[in-house]
């Protein structure tokens, strides 16, 4: 079974918002949509093997293109503007019917912190699952970036596994990735900046206070990560927040971006949880 790669945009706020939907070929699915959130300065197709997974498996995948420097008239140069942003993106996307009503929202890095906000969705996704989430941090850009080279190093050295595989990857994404950063250095500057402003107390204050989020979430943290590596607190910050949660530690993943070169692990790991929360 091949994907099928669709590509349209949506106005939200005066911007024209890329989206890209993968589904099967064969119109074949599998249960509800699924809204799938990229990483900072990545593209939706760079996460092109987890989509076509998830596409194998009968789902169909909307991902819109927000958190880079990626031609948006208004760049966010802030977590909770792109927060805010993709509440409008999913709203629009439902409203015009390219995305169902209570879509499972999944999430990586930038856009897996992102996704434990849309619990305030109207209506709410069936469940929040974040890939390897930020963390609230105080690092400079300069750190972030020595990391970038550090897990890129790893990855393609294969000391994070899969090496052909994350070569291949590296290959297709890496120039993108950095072209991204650099198009408009000021904007990828201020949103690190930004995310000392991401604490779990923030996110509290985005929800009703003392009202836990009704809807599951589940964080699926590969240990090894270069940005984030400790996973202390994690589990006790977004634990207050939600009345279900849970967190995985994957020990044998070895890197922030694990998922892009597992992307069957990634798709066992989401099946696995949708089961669980939707039964």
Same mark, same amino acid.
Request: glycine share 8%.
């Given at each position: 079974?091949?994907a099928?790669?669709?590509?349209?945009?949506?106005?939200?706020?005066? $911007? /024209?918002?890329?989206?890209?939907?993968?589904?099967?070929?064969?119109?074949?699915?599998?249960?509800?949509?699924?809204? #799938? *959130?990229?990483?900072?300065?990545?593209?939706?197709?760079?996460?092109?093997?987890?989509?076509?997974?998830?596409?194998?498996?009968?789902r169909?995948?909307?991902?819109?293109?927000?958190?880079?420097?990626?031609? *948006?008239?208004?760049?966010?140069?802030?977590?909770?503007?792109?927060?805010?942003?993709? *509440? &409008?993106?999913? /709203?629009?996307?439902? =409203?015009?019917?390219?995305?169902?009503?209570?879509?499972?929202?999944?999430?990586?890095?930038?856009?897996?912190?992102?996704?434990?906000?849309?619990?305030?969705l $109207?209506?709410?996704?069936?469940?929040?699952?974040?890939f390897?989430?930020?963390?609230?941090s !105080?690092?400079?850009?300069?750190?972030?970036?020595? %990391? !970038? *080279?550090?897990?890129?190093?790893?990855?393609?050295?294969?000391?994070?596994?899969e090496g &052909? %595989?994350?070569?291949?990857?590296?290959?297709?994404?890496?120039?993108? #990735?950095?072209?991204?950063?650099?198009?408009?250095? &000021? =904007?990828?500057? /201020?949103?690190?900046?930004?995310? &000392?402003?991401?604490?779990?107390?923030?996110?509290?204050?985005?929800?009703?206070?003392?009202?836990?989020? =009704?809807?599951?979430?589940?964080?699926?943290?590969?240990?090894?990560?270069? #940005?984030?590596?400790?996973?202390?607190?994690?589990?006790?910050?977004?634990? %207050?927040?939600?009345?279900? #949660? $849970?967190?995985?530690?994957?020990? $044998?993943?070895?890197s922030h971006?694990?998922?892009?070169?597992?992307?069957?692990?990634? =798709?066992?790991?989401?099946?696995?949880?949708?089961?669980?929360?939707?039964?």
């Amino acid at each position: 079974m091949h994907a099928q790669v669709t590509e349209r945009t949506v106005w939200v706020r005066g $911007d /024209e918002v890329p989206v890209t939907i993968v589904e099967p070929a064969t119109g074949t699915l599998s249960g509800q949509d699924l809204l #799938f *959130l990229h990483g900072y300065a990545r593209r939706p197709l760079d996460y092109r093997l987890f989509l076509e997974e998830l596409a194998e498996r009968g789902r169909r995948v909307v991902a819109p293109f927000i958190y880079a420097n990626n031609g *948006l008239r208004h760049t966010p140069r802030h977590f909770w503007t792109c927060a805010g942003l993709t *509440l &409008r993106t999913c /709203e629009a996307l439902v =409203a015009e019917g390219t995305l169902q009503p209570g879509a499972v929202a999944v999430g990586h890095s930038t856009g897996g912190a992102v996704t434990l906000t849309l619990g305030r969705l $109207d209506p709410q996704p069936r469940a929040l699952l974040a890939f390897n989430p930020v963390q609230p941090s !105080s690092r400079s850009p300069v750190e972030f970036m020595a %990391r !970038s *080279l550090w897990m890129n190093t790893k990855l393609f050295l294969g000391l994070a596994g899969e090496g &052909r %595989r994350a070569r291949k990857m590296l290959s297709s994404t890496t120039l993108d #990735f950095y072209g991204n950063w650099l198009r408009d250095p &000021r =904007a990828s500057t /201020e949103l690190i900046g930004g995310l &000392r402003a991401y604490d779990y107390e923030a996110l509290a204050r985005w929800y009703e206070p003392n009202v836990p989020c =009704a809807v599951p979430a589940r964080v699926i943290y590969g240990r090894g990560d270069e #940005f984030y590596p400790s996973v202390d607190g994690l589990a006790d910050g977004l634990g %207050r927040l939600f009345a279900t #949660f $849970d967190l995985v530690v994957l020990d $044998d993943q070895n890197s922030h971006e694990w998922m892009m070169i597992r992307p069957d692990r990634a =798709a066992d790991e989401l099946d696995r949880f949708a089961e669980g929360a939707l039964a």
